[in-house]
């Protein structure tokens, strides 16, 4: 978001009685200090102006008021995911139902619960759990420590995510399949990108890549460094991560003929058009009061409706970028009628006939939500508002017609007609309420009372057929008024020429400069984090400000600003010596055209550093981009998989790049060459002493098969007794194998401390529950 010119209306006595409102916005009234005088500790949960908005909004019926304010007062629980496609979450998910459910009981039911964890009743798999304690008292709780030990374990090491459950949601409506192209326009953290990630592997036989990809788009690149981070545990060849403005997400659209056809990619796409997009906007935010108390402070209604023109915004981009049968979530965060039912009202009559909201009622029947409204009120410091043409001329900088129920402008009211706009209807009294006629009551609102959670939005869009042309196409002209923060070298006219990025309604002509006179005029910071925004989180994003602040910014200017560009590694005598050195038959696991680098990973010798793999989904992305003049800005893409080594025992023949532990389990079923095998006792003992030599393994024959390798990078693979030197053992799911370094007498371990850690813990509990049931099975015997 830009900082835009001011448009300031005329002072009417009201604007001046309102603008107490206003300052309101930047400094709270006396009557909403942020803390209570006699506890600085305790936030104040109220906010006087939030009750009266809420309540006029008629958001629940009246003899629920009070139970809907109490639990927007209580911290909220803790909620948490098992990582569906790790290695560990069938254990992690047994652990929780055998052990914790269990065990946590009686201190449930001292602080006056019914259960003390509890999964999710709507989400797959029991993969999904809730505790009715919150985060705070898991901390500091000593009864609990072991649980929170063990949260905190399985976070480190990946297995698990802490997550609010109602932002667990929309990836569960968007009904993604693996060989879907999903876009996640709004991404970052980057929570729900890793939902759909964990659905694009979700079947994928290890070293299989899926057909589809993710392209996880946020326009704040600090926020992207979270998600590129969050995301690394899934070790996925298949996202892209951009920092494009999502209302200007370039669909790359080129002729057929322009896009290269090559020997390793014969059928380039032409267009990037996407099955499934995920319109997750930034928003007023305040169904996270419970875990963000200090939102009672800043709310105000000028916050939504702020926000309003930039979701529409976004979600008109959404829906262009969508293929024609494809499904788009439109949520958000907010109980905001003007940032939820007014946007998808304001999408739907734009888009006339060719977007129809999905009803999705049959889906997590478990999943406690109520209907979208169908009427609603718009705000401002002006006073409430039934209809547009209530509003004076003076307030209509701020206050849209897009945010009424009927959209109707003063024109369109008496009488004006307007195709699109013909769909709704003001009521026939034309002092009453307005009422939006579209189907409004097939979106979802979940309340925070209704299951103990914070609050959401979600609305479930089907593109039945082509936009209507005047959202598809725009000039120009209006292409290059909108684009406020491109800078000059961004519009080249290799840009220009296939640039298709605006999606607005070319009227009024004013929506998107008022839109940040009203963000930026208030110097709102938009609450935007979402409730993923965790405390684990938060200690990430100090940890990464850190390293940021070490690392050196980039320093290229224009379209590259802050991020340096990817290119596509030709190298064919590189390439055919990491082929060679691994044993990596080409035909199984294609490596030219699928290995990509920054300029950044590039010494000035023209030595690489580090090289990426991507599934031929992100290469086909890839080369489209560059064919069309490189309009996605790419902050990360593909996996790590190489690394350079520079150890000085390198001889001539051995291979310079070790492959990295996130490459490992893709990589791994195709290499031949450079694998040691070995059984528990001596995978742990490496892994305990970090290096061991050759004659100290404790089985002499591997210490001997280790002393065989090349020199350099290689795998330690953990195999049964019965498997030890057999040629056929076949990399599953479940196969266990580290990094290691074969150095002239001794082999180490390429892992860290603390995941070598994990491992050993992970190893030594496997022992102790085959003991147990082998044990058992013994016990059975005899008797
Ligand atoms: C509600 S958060 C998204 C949360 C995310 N989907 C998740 O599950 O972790 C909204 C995000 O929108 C980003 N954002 C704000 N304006 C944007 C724009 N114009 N284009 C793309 N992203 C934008 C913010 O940086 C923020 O990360």
Redesign the pocket.
């Known amino acids: 978001?830009g900082r835009g010119r001011r448009h300031r209306g005329s002072t009417s006595k009201r604007n001046q009685i309102e603008n107490s409102n206003d300052d309101n916005v930047r400094k709270p009234l006396k009557s909403e200090a942020s803390f209570d005088s006699n506890n600085l500790q305790k936030p104040i949960c109220s906010n006087l102006h939030f009750e009266e908005y809420y309540k006029e909004q008629r958001i629940v019926k009246a003899q629920e008021w009070d139970s809907f304010m109490e639990f927007l007062r209580k911290p909220l629980p803790a909620a948490f995911r098992v990582y569906s496609n790790g290695q560990f979450c069938d254990e992690i998910r047994l652990k929780l139902e055998n052990d914790f459910m269990i065990s946590l009981q009686a201190e449930a039911i001292e602080s006056g619960e019914l259960e003390a964890i509890k999964p999710l009743p709507w989400y797959p798999k029991n993969l999904a759990w809730h505790s009715n304690f919150s985060r705070k008292e898991i901390r500091k709780n000593q009864t609990l420590e072991r649980f929170h030990e063990f949260l905190k374990l399985e976070t480190e090491a990946g297995n698990m995510t802490r997550?609010e459950s109602v932002?667990m949601v929309?990836p569960l409506f968007l009904d993604v399949h693996p060989d879907h192209f999903v876009l996640?326009?709004?991404?970052?953290?980057?929570?729900?990108?890793?939902?759909l990630l964990e659905i694009i592997h979700e079947s994928s036989e290890p070293g299989s890549l899926p057909n589809g990809m993710v392209v996880a788009?946020?326009?704040?690149y600090k926020?992207?460094n979270l998600?590129i981070h969050?995301t690394k545990r899934t070790c996925t060849t298949n996202l892209m991560v951009t920092n494009?403005?999502?209302?200007?997400?370039p669909s790359c659209n080129t002729k057929r003929t322009l896009s290269v056809a090559s020997e390793t990619n014969p059928h380039p796409i032409d267009q990037l058009l996407f099955d499934r997009v995920?319109c997750?906007?930034?928003?007023s935010?305040d169904g996270t009061l419970r875990k963000a108390p200090d939102i009672w402070r800043r709310w105000n209604s000028g916050s939504g409706n702020g926000l309003h023109s930039?979701q529409v915004?976004?979600a008109m981009r959404g829906l262009s970028l969508l293929k024609v049968g494809g499904r788009m979530v439109y949520?958000?965060?907010s109980m905001n009628p003007i940032e939820d039912e007014a946007v998808v009202a304001e999408i739907l009559r734009r888009c006339g006939c060719s977007v129809e909201l999905v009803d999705v009622s049959d889906k997590l029947p478990e999943l406690i939500r109520r209907p979208g409204l169908t009427k609603w009120k718009v705000h401002d410091r002006g006073g409430w508002y039934r209809s547009y043409k209530d509003v004076p001329k003076s307030q209509r900088d701020g206050v849209l017609r897009s945010m009424f129920p009927s959209g109707k402008s003063d024109k369109d009211s008496s009488g004006g007609k307007n195709s699109y706009e013909e769909m709704a209807s003001i009521s026939s009294d034309e002092s009453a309420e307005e009422v939006c006629d579209l189907p409004l009551e097939l979106c979802m609102r979940i309340l925070p009372h209704d299951q103990n959670t914070g609050g959401f939005f979600i609305a479930v869009l089907h593109k039945v057929s082509p936009l209507p042309d005047f959202q598809e196409k725009v000039t120009q002209k209006r292409n290059l008024s909108t684009r406020n923060n491109i800078n000059s070298s961004e519009k080249s006219s290799s840009y220009e020429a296939v640039s298709d990025t605006v999606v607005t309604k070319p009227e009024e002509g004013t929506e998107e400069i008022v839109l940040e006179a009203t963000v930026s005029e208030n110097g709102f910071e938009?609450p935007?984090?979402?409730?993923?925004?965790n405390e684990g989180i938060v200690e990430l994003a100090q940890k990464l400000d850190d390293i940021e602040g070490k690392r050196e910014v980039p320093s290229m200017q224009g379209k590259w600003k802050g991020l340096y560009p990817v290119v596509f590694l030709r190298d064919q005598t590189g390439i055919n010596g990491i082929k060679t050195f691994y044993g990596i038959k080409d035909e199984s696991f294609p490596l030219y055209g699928h290995l990509v680098t920054r300029n950044s990973d590039i010494s000035s010798h023209g030595n690489v550093k580090r090289i990426y793999y991507v599934s031929k989904a992100v290469k086909n992305v890839l080369e489209l981009n560059f064919a069309v003049g490189k309009p996605l800005k790419i902050s990360s893409v593909g996996l790590k998989m190489f690394e350079k080594q520079s150890a000085k025992e390198c001889e001539a023949n051995c291979c310079s790049f070790r492959i990295t532990s996130e490459g490992l389990p893709v990589i791994l079923p195709y290499m031949t060459k450079q694998i040691l095998y070995a059984t528990m006792a001596d995978f742990k003992n490496l892994l305990q002493h970090k290096s061991i030599k050759f004659l100290d393994f404790i089985h002499p024959q591997i210490g001997e098969k280790a002393a065989e390798l090349a020199l350099g990078s290689c795998v330690m693979v953990l195999v049964d007794d019965s498997q030890l030197g057999s040629e056929q053992f076949k990399v599953n799911s479940s196969t266990i194998a580290i990094g290691c370094w074969k150095g002239k007498a001794s082999l180490t371990v390429m892992v860290t401390t603390v995941d070598c850690h994990q491992l050993i813990q992970r190893l030594s509990d496997r022992s102790k529950e085959k003991e147990k049931a082998e044990n058992c099975f013994k016990t059975a015997e005899t008797a």
Do not use: I, Y
């Open positions: 978001m997550q932002s929309p996640d326009m709004c991404a970052a953290p980057g929570s729900k990108t890793f939902q788009n946020d326009v704040d926020r992207s998600l969050q494009n403005e999502g209302q200007h997400f995920l997750d906007v930034p928003c935010g930039l915004v976004l949520s958000t965060c938009p935007e984090m979402e409730s993923t925004w």
